[in-house]
């Protein structure tokens, strides 16, 4: 799902003791980006480095998956011409949740990532109406520090990745000073992905794996 970007931080990244464990995503250019400018993700960074479980060597497998499925998801984020998302194969991209529909990249950008991933979940939630913009809007306001996302384990490398993750967040919270105090509602999601990837290390066919209702369940209930 998305992580959030273009959020002002007020923490200096650089001033935390972790910083060289700061995730690298590797974006490129683009000629039409979502938001008219390239994402900036100091704020959700802050929230990872501050919040995150695991400690992975800047040399691990582990962490070489995680920055290239960051860097996937800045893409297909904030890039609005497929063409121009360097992180897929292109002629064979598809990413499908719990065996359902294998969605196209063209598919991901209109629909958004909180729609395809949610496809065909029992308990009706708003966001299951909405479209790329209206539901990267909706969490926003729930997930007001931003939407973290770390790699926990990885069972098998390239070119068949297989991988668990946790994706946190915090309800009722306008501050990561908050949260550092014990304040809000965590709101934490984990899941196992299985991807294939090409020589080059770009994402093919994605088979991602969650329990889709006790996350809608979870959010639904501020």
Not at 20 to 26: G, K, L, M
Not at 38 to 49: I, T, W
Not at 157 to 167: A, L, M
Not at 182 to 204: H, S
């Amino acid at each position: 799902m998305s992580s959030f970007s273009n959020s002002s931080c007020p923490i200096d990244l650089k001033s935390l003791e972790n910083y060289d464990e700061c995730p690298v995503r590797t974006i490129g250019t683009c000629d039409r980006w979502r938001l008219g400018q390239p994402p900036n993700y100091d704020s959700v960074n802050a929230k990872y480095l501050l919040q995150k479980s695991m400690k992975h060597s800047p040399t691990s497998l582990e962490k070489a998956v995680e920055n290239i499925v960051k860097s996937w998801e800045a893409e297909i984020q904030h890039k609005l011409i497929p063409e121009q998302i360097e992180s897929i194969d292109q002629e064979h991209f598809s990413m499908a949740t719990n065996n359902k529909t294998p969605w196209t990249i063209h598919d991901i950008l209109k629909k958004g990532t909180y729609c395809c991933l949610l496809e065909g979940a029992t308990n009706h939630h708003p966001v299951l109406d909405m479209d790329f913009e209206e539901s990267n809007e909706y969490f926003q306001k729930k997930f007001k520090t931003g939407f973290a996302w770390e790699v926990e384990k990885v069972f098998s490398g390239p070119p068949k990745v297989c991988f668990s993750w946790r994706h946190w967040a915090h309800l009722e919270t306008e501050s990561l000073e908050e949260e550092q105090n014990g304040k809000g509602k965590l709101i934490e999601l984990k899941g196992f992905t299985r991807a294939n990837v090409t020589d080059e290390g770009k994402m093919m066919d994605i088979e991602v794996y969650f329990d889709q209702e006790k996350f809608l369940s979870d959010t639904s209930t501020m």
